[in-house]
Every structure is written in C-alpha cells, then in structure tokens.
C-alpha cells in the first residue's frame, strides 16, 4: 500500500490434472471442493496470506486495528466462513494500530523451527508511522500463541517501511519490504520502491536495506509510482520476486515481477525487471485493482495458486471494499510464471489438488488433431479452432478432470482460464466460465471413446447429445454427427503431453 492509499483506505474504514500423452502422465489427487471468489469477504481482506500446514489452510490479511487476526479451515472454500481468531494485540510504542499485510513464514531460527508473522503497524494516526514488526510462535502452529521479538530498524533512522516477507535463497534468508527512496514522501517527489536486506536471525536484519527494484515503467505509476508488496515465487532453480505496481486508490493497481538473473540477491544489478505486468484488472469479469498477493501451493505439492485482493467495481479504492480471491496459476514455456487472467466471481472453479484427499487424477495435456497432427485444440478469445504453433503455448493445453456432469466421463479445463471449459452451446464449442448450472456442466461432459477413425487414438462423444462427438470442421471446433470416414478422421484426437 501506498502512503496516500492508506489514509484513503482508513478514511473509508472510518466513514484433476491429465497429461495426455501416449506414455504414462505424472498424476496429482483429485480436485478439492469448488468454491467461488471471493474466498474471504470485508472488512478484513485486503493485503492477504495463505498458506497451507498440516492439513488445514491458514489465512491472514489487513485489519486495519491493532489485532492480528488468523483464519484456518480444511478446505479453500471454507475459509469464507471460518471463524477469526486473535492471535496477537499490539501494545508496543507507536505500533497500537494499522496492522498491514501480514506475512506468515515457518523458519529455522535460535529457539528451532517456528513460525515468523511479519506485519506493518504504527499509531493510532494513519499513515506516516508505519513500521516492520515481527512475531514468533512457541511452537510450530501457526496459530500461535506469538510473543513480540520487535520492529526490524530497515531504513535510515527507523524511517517509513511496509509490506515485508521473507525471501530464501541458497539457504539465506532475506527479508524484502518496501519503502521510499531516501525516505522522501509522495508528496516532495519521492518514490516507493522495493528493498532487500539479509536477515541474521529471524527478527535481526544484518544492515539497512538497498533498493532492488524502482517504479520507472509506465504501467507503475498509475495515481503515483509505486512498487510494493514483494513477494517470492520459484520454480526450476528461478527466483521471480513479484510485486504490486501503480496506487492502490485505482482499478489499475496490479502485478509485476523481478528475476534473479544474477547471483546476489542484495545487489540491484542481479535483478531483471519483467517488461510488461503479470497480473491486471479484467473489466470483461469485473475485477480491479488485482493485487497485493502471495502464493500457495495445493495440499499434494503439485499446483501453484495465487491469492490476491481486487474490487468489484472500478471507482473502489484501497479501503475495506476489497475482498480476497485466489485461483490457480500456470508457467510458461520458457519458465516463467502466468498468473492468468482474474476471474469473475460468478465463476465456479475446482479447489486446489488433493485438498480432499480424494482417490483419483488429474492431468495436464493437449488435444492433437488425427488428421491434421501439426495441429491441436485451442481457445483464441474464448472461441476453439486447431492450429499448429499455438502462441501463447498454454491456450492449448487443458486440465482433463472427471467430467461435471458424470465422473465416468471427462470436461476440459484451461490451465490458463481457472475454471473455464470446454463446451458446446448450439452446438459450437466455446471456452466458458463454469456457472455452476446444470446445463453447462452436461454441456462440457464427454465421454472418451475408442477413436473413431483409428482405435489407439480417443473420441469424444457429447454427454447430452450422444449421437454428436467433439470434431473439428473448417479447423473449427464443434459437435456433430458423424457418418463419413473424413467425419471419422475429424473427429479423432490423440491426448498428448
């Protein structure tokens, strides 16, 4: 959050994964119980932390108050109604209120392993205190109870930071936050940018912070400049440390990322800033202001997902009208995150992998076309066609789950579009938001048969409409009769990696 965000937000406040493929895929438990964003309501909801421990979700986020409030819940979709439970009440000198974006992190530290709950307070006048704090838990529940290890001094003389998490790398770990430039405010010109420092022991920073990452781009100066909200996402060997970009107080606050490129994280130079934003609005779906994050993985360790605050409604700013939502992400072909498009909250998606622990599987893959083998299923502004050298990669690749409608069969849903599927709608197939209807769930069912024209390749026919099978025509995608041997060959698919 900004400086002038915030006094804005208190004034308003006070006013199952298939890879097809002819080898054996690599399988995850199947899908958890659905759910609809947001995943938590206001008030308090902006800035939030999720993370999944032992079999339970824990979740965290701005009160805006001197309580530090956790949710916990077994499932994804149950944390909406989760009771909050006060884990710690401020009473140090000039940390009594604002409690910012709390950031959860189990850690090595003097007394063994335990949990380091990060967040921003200062007094009771919004916003110009604001200041690092930590706790530890006495054990490893991240419900605590916490004792105060105290502020973390980032800045020179104790000056204004917010928004901190912890960062490991090679076994290090660095504490990432943001400040303003030499301390100097919106108001004379400055500029909020993101800092790093090591981290001697959980709550000790080895020196003053040095600037990473500064908002030069067009794209983060929206209202005012402004990088906040770090936070680590790896994969591969990578380290992307991504952050919130653009004043919070509009509907074009969103996400950005940095790649560690070189081999200091405390220097500046061995950052690379990712050119355009990872992660922005979608007024198609009525989201804005998509930002502030953190990531999670599913309970069996095989999907990544985000959760983030947004508006429903662009004149919202960064007060209490923001509510917390999450979704699955996907990664590019050339390593490197794609947090997808945020979805409407009228969509019903899959709750993250194995969070049931249900039997069963579910795969990454794409659909290749028999006759036409350079070429395979794919969604181009939400309408379906084959082509070959699909750009972006992920418009072609599905997650082949258990089908809505009938577990027996099969639905289709974009890796890139959460919870989106294939399905037919006057006979046309289309990549649509699951409405959570009977008919779209029948509409995007199929049955995978023996291929029609070559019996080691699949079939699909319509749950609904069994006497029509998913083919292409004019490389366009649709549900047919089929009479003729090209009919055959049309509508013949090989489910490959």
Known sequence: MSLRSLVTALLTAIAVV???GAGPAPSSAAPGASFQNPVVGAPNSADPWLGYHNGSYYYAATTWTGRVL????????????????TVFTMSQPNAVSNMWAPSLHLLNGPNGQRWYLYYSAGPSACCGGQRQHVLESAGTDPMGPYTYKGPLILMPGNGW???????TVGGVNYFVYSAFNNNIGFENGGLQSLYITRLTNPWTPAALGTIISEPTLAWERVGNPVNEGPYVLQRGGRTFLTYSASYCGTPDYKIGSLELTGSDPLSRGSWTKIANPLFQRSDANGVYGPAHHSFFKSPDGTEDWIVYHA???ASQGCGTTRTSRAQRISWNADG???LGVPVSTTTVMAGPSGELGNPGAVTVQRLQSY???DRYVRHTNYATRIDANVTPALDSRFRVVAGLADSTAVSFESVNFP???LRHNNYVLRL?????????RQDATFRQVAGLADAAWSSFRSYNFPDRYLRHSDYQLRIDPIATAADRADATFRRAS
Not at 432 to 440: K, V
């Open 432 to 440: 649509e938001a699951n409405n959570g209807s009977a008919t779209f």
């Open 371 to 373: 006759n036409f083998p």
């Open 18 to 20: 298939v890879t097809v």
């Open 419 to 421: 919870g989106h599927y």
């Open 336 to 338: 490197t995150p794609s």
């Open 311 to 313: 508006n429903d409604s």
């Open 161 to 167: 930071s917010i928004d901190g998490s912890v960062m």
């Open 70 to 85: 956790i949710r916990k819940s077994p499932t994804l979709a149950g944390l909406r109604t989760a009771a909050e439970t």
